[in-house]
């Protein structure tokens, strides 16, 4: 059993910076692929990036790349999206997620086994 805290969301202005945190228990964390999504008012939750178990590959929506990172510190059993030059369509609730049979990354949901609560993410025009 994993569980996932994400931090790190706000309120900031289009073009501002945010860097979102996820927290995991357990010890076998290391062995996950890690995913960010995220679910805007009225919409389907939608993938934002995902990151295989070693760090070492990683893949982003076309709406984000370019302007995110998703890294993973495993000593630490955390994983970040920093996410650059935000606009007013970023807004929604984002999400992470850990997947225990995916041998490198997935961009879809139904392959993770284990969600957070999701932390808000609000940009102004």
């Known amino acids: 059993q994993v569980q996932l805290v994400e931090s790190g969301g706000g309120l900031v202005r289009a073009g501002g910076s945010l860097r979102l945190s996820c927290a995991a228990s357990?010890?076998?964390?290391?062995?996950?692929?890690m995913g960010w999504f995220r679910q805007a008012p009225g919409k389907e939750r939608e993938f934002v990036a995902a990151?295989?178990?070693?760090?070492?590959?990683?893949n982003y929506a076309g709406s984000v790349k370019g302007r995110s990172t998703i890294s993973r510190d495993n000593a630490k059993n955390t994983v970040y999206l920093q996410m650059n030059s935000l606009k007013p369509e970023d807004t929604a609730v984002y999400y992470c997620?850990?997947?225990?049979?995916?041998?490198?990354?997935?961009?879809?949901?139904?392959?993770?086994?284990?969600w957070g609560q999701g932390t808000q993410v609000t940009v102004s025009s």
């Open positions: 357990g010890r076998t964390f290391s062995s996950y692929a």
């Open positions: 990151i295989n178990w070693t760090g070492g590959s990683t």
């Open positions: 997620a850990a997947a225990r049979r995916v041998a490198g990354f997935s961009r879809q949901g139904n392959e993770y086994d284990y």
